[in-house]
Every structure is written in structure tokens, then in C-alpha cells.
């Protein structure tokens, strides 16, 4: 047996007592804080909001609202349920929960750490928004064993944290690292050189093309809102869902009719971003979905003279030409006139091997780096887990 399980059963062997949150905890909100008031007050103190990035850090003022121990908790939106743990001179808006200790039965890091487990499972997502408001937090119930049992625990849970966080920095600046080198073997690749009036590519002479010359542009027949369901059978992609998971969804019916009478690309053909982030790409796998006209495109091209496989890695480097106001656009007609150079098939063929292992080294959450990444978290999550389950005392 483990320390742990030694301390539970002398100091807790029939189970441990659960209490609700507002047993032990003063519950209370953030304040509304403008950006201007942010800009305007800058300062050495931080603000914490609804952000996960940079621990919720929004900006410094040069005053506080807290000081001390407590723990916060995001009340809205799409980190809803995310908890954190404070120490020292903070404000927070009002999108976050405030968690001050009452009573002395409890170690506020140890709260932390079973909120970080628990407390998602209370989230909301009525009407769209998720939300954790304060009328339900106060309800979810903790365990409360020993202190001693919370201490040790705590202490493992520390180092455990320490640790993980040194070995995922560390994998994340070699991942870092290889992207850079893939980036760098990429454009050594697809980049040709000019010599004596010609272009060649690895050694290989290449000719500049038009994409309007090699394929036709194409799009999606237009799908109107009114035609699109939050559910339903076929995922409709928008320019915000494009590559991430779709929101909206069209009848069978419409799909197949429309796939039948009007353009939808063939399985391998790579759709394409036209519109806010230009040229982002996604390989269509041939499952059923349908795409939004005119903001997501692709190039029907003739295969026996230029892959998809290598127009995938080549859009990478294009740096597209576009139009228009607040949100950029990639027309068709500037799209059609994009040159890129055509080197041999066989070349194409080697120079995608080439790229495809270092992309998927990369990139591929089952394989490489991200996939050590991914265990290592995984890894924290289970000790975590055992070390925070309890039988409920009878």
C-alpha cells in the first residue's frame, strides 16, 4: 500500500464526508471592467477573465480587488467550468466566480484540484452560451477527508504538476523545433530557382502555371440559412466551422440533390479558405458534408498532371493574393491567376513523401511529438483521478 491508501484506511476507512460547496466557501462574482478601463489604468496588478491562455490574465491595472488565497472559476462562455487557483494581490470580471475559504476542514489547493475534475460536468450550454453560474456552484459537493490525507495529496499533486509541466515544455519546444525544420525543408523544396531564363526545382526543370490553367475553380451550390438546422443529418461547414467541427447541418435531401445537380469535390481534391483566414486547407475524405459557396473552394485539376498531394503542400506557401475591406477575400478570378511551378510527376510524387512524413511527425496527434504530448497529459489526468476519488461516508 501507498502512503495514501495507508492514511485512508487509519484515518478514513468507512468513507469521507461530502459538504457542498457553499459549506465552505464565500461565493461571490467579478466586476464589469471596460476595456477602456483596462488601457486606461495600467498597472502592476493583474485582471483575470474568461481566457485560458496566460492563466486568464486579461491585462494589469493599478489596483486590486483580492488578496490573498482563492480560487476562480470561469461562468460563461466556451471555457465555462475552467478553475483556477490564486494567490496574492488579483481582480476579476464579471464572467468569473470567486471561491473564498470559510473554514479550516479544507486546503484550498486540494478544492483546486478536484474542481479541476468535476466542475465542467455542471456546465450548462442552454440557448448556445455555456454557463456555470453561482446558483449551481454552490451546490457541487467535495470531498472532505483528513488534513493530513488533502496535504499529501497535494504535495503529489504538486510535483506531479511541476514535473509534467517541465517534460511538456520540453516536448513542445522540440515539436517548436520541428516545425521549423519542416517549414524549412518545405520551402527548400517547393521553391525553384531561376537559371539562365529557366526554373528548376531539386535540379529538376519546372514550368509556371496558372491554377486557372491546370483545374476549375469550384464551389458548393448556395445554402440558405433558413435551409440549415443546429442538428440534423449532413454537416454544413461555414468559414468559422471550416476544418473544426460544423454547427449547422442540411436535410439528406437537399445534399444528395444538390450533389448531384451542381459542383461538390471529389474524395482527395483540397478544399480551400477563401474568406477571413485565406488558404487554409482541408484534404475531403468523401463523408457526406456540404460547404459554404464562395468562401470555401477548390481546384478540379487534372491528376495526370499535377496532384492534389502536391497542390497541398504547395498551398502552404502561397502567399495568396486578395481583396477587400474588414475581412479578406480570395476571388476566383485572382485565385485562377495564382502561378505555381509544375515540376515532373514523379518529382511531385517524391518531394510529397518527403513532406508527408514530416507533416504527420508534426502534425498528426497519432503519431510523433503530439502524440507524447498528449500521453503525458493523459498520464497526469489518471493519477490525478485515483488519487481523487473517495467512498462517500454512509
Same mark, same amino acid.
Given at each position: 500500500?501507498?502512503k495514501?491508501?495507508v492514511?485512508?484506511?487509519?484515518?478514513? &476507512?468507512e468513507g469521507?464526508?461530502?459538504?457542498?460547496?457553499?459549506?465552505?466557501?464565500?461565493?461571490?462574482r467579478g466586476?464589469v471592467?471596460?476595456?477602456?478601463y483596462l488601457?486606461?489604468?495600467?498597472?502592476e496588478y493583474?485582471?483575470?477573465?474568461? @481566457?485560458t491562455?496566460?492563466?486568464g490574465?486579461?491585462?494589469k491595472?493599478?489596483?486590486?480587488?483580492?488578496d490573498g488565497?482563492?480560487?476562480?472559476?470561469?461562468?460563461?462562455?466556451a471555457?465555462?467550468?475552467?478553475i483556477?487557483?490564486?494567490?496574492?494581490?488579483?481582480?476579476?470580471?464579471?464572467?468569473?466566480g470567486?471561491?473564498?475559504?470559510?473554514?479550516?476542514?479544507?486546503?484550498?489547493?486540494f478544492?483546486?484540484? *478536484?474542481?479541476s475534475?468535476?466542475?465542467?460536468?455542471? #456546465?450548462?450550454?442552454?440557448m448556445?452560451n &455555456?454557463?456555470?453560474?453561482s446558483?449551481v456552484?454552490?451546490?457541487? @459537493?467535495i470531498?472532505?477527508?483528513? +488534513?493530513?490525507? @488533502?496535504? %499529501?495529496?497535494?504535495?503529489?499533486?504538486?510535483k506531479?504538476?511541476?514535473l509534467e509541466?517541465?517534460? %511538456?515544455?520540453?516536448?513542445?519546444?522540440?515539436?517548436e523545433?520541428?516545425?521549423?525544420?519542416?517549414?524549412?525543408?518545405?520551402?527548400?523544396? +517547393?521553391?525553384p530557382?531561376?537559371?539562365?531564363?529557366?526554373?528548376?526545382?531539386?535540379?529538376n526543370e519546372?514550368?509556371w502555371?496558372?491554377?486557372?490553367?491546370?483545374?476549375?475553380?469550384?464551389?458548393?451550390k448556395?445554402?440558405m440559412?433558413?435551409?440549415t438546422? &443546429?442538428?440534423?443529418? $449532413?454537416?454544413?461547414?461555414?468559414?468559422?466551422?471550416?476544418?473544426k467541427?460544423?454547427?449547422?447541418?442540411?436535410?439528406?435531401?437537399?445534399?444528395?440533390?444538390?450533389?448531384?445537380?451542381?459542383s461538390?469535390p471529389?474524395v482527395?481534391e483540397?478544399?480551400?479558405?477563401?474568406?477571413?483566414?485565406?488558404?487554409r486547407? $482541408?484534404?475531403?475524405?468523401? %463523408?457526406?458534408?456540404?460547404?459554404?459557396?464562395?468562401n470555401?473552394?477548390w481546384?478540379?485539376?487534372?491528376?495526370?498532371?499535377?496532384?492534389?498531394k502536391?497542390?497541398?503542400?504547395?498551398y502552404?506557401?502561397?502567399?495568396?493574393?486578395?481583396d477587400g475591406g474588414?475581412?479578406?477575400r480570395?476571388?476566383? %478570378?485572382?485565385?485562377?491567376?495564382?502561378?505555381?511551378?509544375?515540376p515532373? +510527376?514523379?518529382? @511531385?510524387?517524391?518531394? $510529397?513523401?518527403i513532406?508527408d512524413?514530416?507533416?504527420a511527425? #508534426?502534425n498528426?496527434?497519432?503519431?510523433?511529438? &503530439?502524440?507524447?504530448?498528449e500521453?503525458?497529459?493523459?498520464q497526469y489526468e489518471? *493519477?490525478?483521478?485515483?488519487?481523487?476519488?473517495?467512498?462517500?461516508?454512509?
Amino acid at each position: 500500500m501507498n502512503k495514501i491508501e495507508v492514511l485512508i484506511e487509519e484515518l478514513c &476507512p468507512e468513507g469521507v464526508e461530502y459538504k457542498e460547496l457553499r459549506e465552505i466557501f464565500k461565493i461571490s462574482r467579478g466586476r464589469v471592467m471596460s476595456k477602456e478601463y483596462l488601457r486606461d489604468n495600467v498597472g502592476e496588478y493583474p485582471v483575470y477573465s474568461s @481566457q485560458t491562455a496566460d492563466n486568464g490574465e486579461i491585462g494589469k491595472i493599478d489596483t486590486y480587488d483580492y488578496d490573498g488565497e482563492y480560487l476562480t472559476w470561469t461562468t460563461d462562455g466556451a471555457n465555462a467550468g475552467t478553475i483556477f487557483y490564486r494567490f496574492g494581490k488579483f481582480s476579476i470580471t464579471n464572467v468569473c466566480g470567486l471561491l473564498k475559504l470559510k473554514v479550516k476542514d479544507i486546503i484550498s489547493r486540494f478544492a483546486y484540484y *478536484y474542481l479541476s475534475i468535476s466542475m465542467k460536468s455542471f #456546465v450548462s450550454s442552454g440557448m448556445g452560451n &455555456p454557463k456555470l453560474m453561482s446558483n449551481v456552484v454552490q451546490k457541487i @459537493q467535495i470531498p472532505i477527508p483528513s +488534513l493530513e490525507i @488533502q496535504q %499529501e495529496i497535494v504535495n503529489i499533486l504538486d510535483k506531479f504538476s511541476e514535473l509534467e509541466a517541465e517534460l %511538456e515544455a520540453e516536448l513542445e519546444a522540440e515539436l517548436e523545433a520541428r516545425r521549423k525544420q519542416y517549414e524549412y525543408y518545405r520551402n527548400q523544396l +517547393l521553391t525553384p530557382i531561376e537559371v539562365g531564363g529557366k526554373w528548376f526545382m531539386n535540379g529538376n526543370e519546372v514550368e509556371w502555371k496558372t491554377l486557372g490553367e491546370i483545374g476549375n475553380i469550384c464551389m458548393c451550390k448556395r445554402v440558405m440559412k433558413n435551409e440549415t438546422k &443546429p442538428t440534423g443529418d $449532413v454537416p454544413f461547414y461555414k468559414i468559422g466551422t471550416f476544418g473544426k467541427v460544423a454547427d449547422a447541418f442540411i436535410s439528406n435531401e437537399l445534399y444528395n440533390d444538390y450533389k448531384n445537380r451542381f459542383s461538390y469535390p471529389k474524395v482527395g481534391e483540397i478544399l480551400l479558405s477563401a474568406a477571413g483566414t485565406i488558404g487554409r486547407t $482541408v484534404v475531403y475524405d468523401g %463523408e457526406p458534408a456540404y460547404f459554404q459557396d464562395s468562401n470555401i473552394v477548390w481546384l478540379s485539376n487534372d491528376e495526370s498532371k499535377v496532384t492534389n498531394k502536391f497542390l497541398f503542400h504547395y498551398y502552404k506557401i502561397i502567399v495568396w493574393k486578395t481583396d477587400g475591406g474588414t475581412i479578406l477575400r480570395l476571388y476566383n %478570378e485572382n485565385l485562377a491567376k495564382t502561378k505555381i511551378p509544375i515540376p515532373s +510527376l514523379s518529382e @511531385q510524387e517524391r518531394i $510529397v513523401g518527403i513532406l508527408d512524413k514530416f507533416d504527420a511527425l #508534426v502534425n498528426d496527434i497519432s503519431e510523433g511529438l &503530439p502524440a507524447e504530448i498528449e500521453a503525458r497529459r493523459k498520464q497526469y489526468e489518471y *493519477y490525478r483521478n485515483k488519487l481523487l476519488t473517495f467512498k462517500e461516508k454512509e
